[in-house]
T-cell receptor
């Protein structure tokens, strides 16, 4: 089974801190994604990557950056955490841009609280 | 991304009854995917539809893609408590855009 592992299940950070969320997948997928999930808003795409050292902005990239130095690892960075970034963050990976017939595989999520 | 709207936002179902949730777009979709997220869990891929008018079944779940490829539906028959969760539709050309989801609760 494809496994997508997010480094932390819960995080509490202070306003202004730089925050790193790590994601690792073990199935050699080219594509990796970061979403945030908020009640009533569904999943909104922050950033995605189709290859090592490649990144593209999603629908809500402001206040975030990403890093993909290795194929299996995709990091989300909150440059200066703010309370409106309190959310559930979900990492996903896929084979192919739209996931072909296997869809996206999601990690278990990181619930970030910024105080 | 390709924007999709889901209705209803909430669905309260008596155990044993059927229900349908809908996914609509104002533009033609290249594909539609459905995911299920259990309470406290993460989204899990259920199925992908690509062809106009396509219908696929998974046990009690029936997925349809509209003839015009602008809408899709998920129909669940004989609802069980294991069906509780949020069902998302999503569509993509280069990256998945998700609807807001339909959250299903079941009365025993």
């Amino acid at each position: 089974d494809v496994k997508v592992t997010q480094s932390s299940r819960y995080l509490v950070k202070r306003t202004g801190e730089k925050v790193f969320l790590e994601c690792v997948q073990d199935m050699d997928h080219e594509n990796m994604f970061w979403y945030r999930q908020d009640p009533g808003l569904g999943l909104r795409l922050i950033y995605f990557s189709y290859d090592v050292k490649m990144k593209e902005k999603g629908d809500i990239p402001e206040g975030y950056s990403v890093s993909r130095e290795k194929k299996e690892r995709f990091s989300l960075i909150l440059e200066s955490a703010s309370t409106n970034q309190t959310s559930m963050y979900l990492c996903a990976s896929s084979f192919g841009a739209s996931g072909t017939n296997y869809g996206y595989t999601f990690g278990s999520g990181t619930r970030l609280t910024v105080v | 991304g390709q924007q999709v709207m889901q209705i209803p936002q909430y669905q309260h179902v008596q155990e044993g009854e059927d229900f349908t949730t809908y996914c609509n777009s104002s533009t033609t979709l290249s594909n539609i995917q459905w995911y299920k997220q259990r309470p406290g869990g993460h989204p899990v891929f259920l199925i992908q539809l690509v062809k106009s008018g396509e219908v696929k079944k998974q046990k009690r779940l029936t997925f349809q893609f509209g003839e015009a490829k602008k809408n899709s539906s998920l129909h669940i028959t004989a609802t069980q408590t294991t069906d509780v969760g949020t069902y998302f539709c999503a569509s993509s050309r280069y990256k998945l855009s998700f609807g807001a989801g339909t959250t299903v609760t079941v009365r025993a």
